[in-house]
């Protein structure tokens, strides 16, 4: 499986011209990750005026369906949005829109963007720079009840869940919530490396992670990667290797090779779908997606 991660809410319009900010772009990079091979899209809502992350429903239902009308996509809503949000902002669009993932992050964490500033001269709009420079005291709050709360109130909704764990420990809050019946196998487990905060990109953590998920959830789960910036494509590839799925998109890097900025969504999930695909391996479709992570489907959207 190819998720792509079409602009999150890490990057910043002036760090890339190809980073989508409208509704009209979100959803045609969408769209066109899906042609490129893309079985799920994890989107964030941003802003049109200056970019900046926003996480209202409404916002969300200025792209989502066009995208479902141009095609079958699978759509993750994330339940992250930024740190800079509460909780109960960040569910909304998920509980309202019933979508057929939606992202879930297990734990509070540092989460640390300022380093990308001395790569910068100059700056598109005045949110930019106090948003990056104030990442270095800034927790990403994931509590235990947090995280029982999205669950609980998502729970009628068919909703099932990415689950993002950016290092060990929140491999075994997975587990946890497992064992209290709060999510349901097969699980969708995003290993998430090169996170200032989080777990490091190097083979040996990406190992690790992969051990200890095989070792907690056995045949009860699917394991998908993502590794952010320059790490993107090689973490990627580990994963595969080691029978995983991956995931890319402009949300975890904005490159496509050494120095390149990316295009767009599409250019990084062609170049992954040729690598695997070179690799042997098979490419799965929505309906394979739907079946391994045994979605709702589509006729239970909220859009």
Not at 20 to 25: C, M, R, S, Y
Not at 80 to 104: F, K, V, Y
Not at 209 to 218: I, N, S, V
Not at 219 to 238: E, K, P, T
Request: with cysteine; glycine share 8%; aromatic share 8%.
């Amino acid at each position: 499986m190819i998720t792509c991660a079409v602009t999150g809410s890490i990057h910043t319009p002036s760090m890339s011209p190809y980073l989508p900010v409208t509704p009209g772009q979100i959803a045609a990079e969408a769209i066109a990750a899906a042609q490129a091979g893309a079985a799920i899209v994890h989107l964030h809502a941003r802003d049109p005026a200056d970019g900046r992350p926003l996480h209202t429903p409404d916002a969300f239902r200025r792209f989502l369906p066009d995208i479902r009308q141009a095609c079958d996509v699978i759509v993750n809503i994330t339940t992250g949005g930024a740190a800079t949000m509460t909780i109960e902002e960040r569910l909304q669009p998920a509980l309202q829109l019933r979508p057929e993932i939606a992202s879930l992050n297990m734990g509070s964490m540092n989460f640390g963007l300022y380093e990308m500033i001395p790569r910068y001269n100059q700056w598109k709009h005045d949110w930019e720079l106090p948003y990056l420079a104030g990442s270095d005291e800034r927790i990403f709050r994931n509590t235990f009840r947090d995280i029982a709360s999205i669950l609980q109130n998502c729970s009628g909704n068919g909703t099932r869940f990415e689950i993002e764990c950016y290092d060990i420990g929140h491999l075994y809050t997975a587990a946890h919530f497992l064992d209290r019946g709060l999510v349901q196998p097969p699980l969708l487990i995003q290993s998430v490396f090169g996170i200032r905060g989080g777990i490091g990109p190097h083979p040996e953590d990406v190992m690790h992670m992969k051990r200890t998920a095989d070792r907690l959830f056995g045949n009860d789960y699917h394991w998908s990667v993502l590794g952010a910036g320059r790490n993107q494509m090689y973490v990627a590839v580990q994963s595969a290797v080691l029978g995983g799925n991956v995931r890319v998109g402009l949300e975890d890097s904005l490159w496509i090779s050494r120095g390149q900025l990316a295009r767009s969504n599409a250019e990084q999930v062609t170049r992954i779908r040729r690598i695997l695909e070179d690799l042997g391996l098979a490419i799965a479709s929505t309906d394979d997606a739907r079946r391994m992570l045994a979605l709702k489907g589509t006729s239970e959207l909220g859009f």
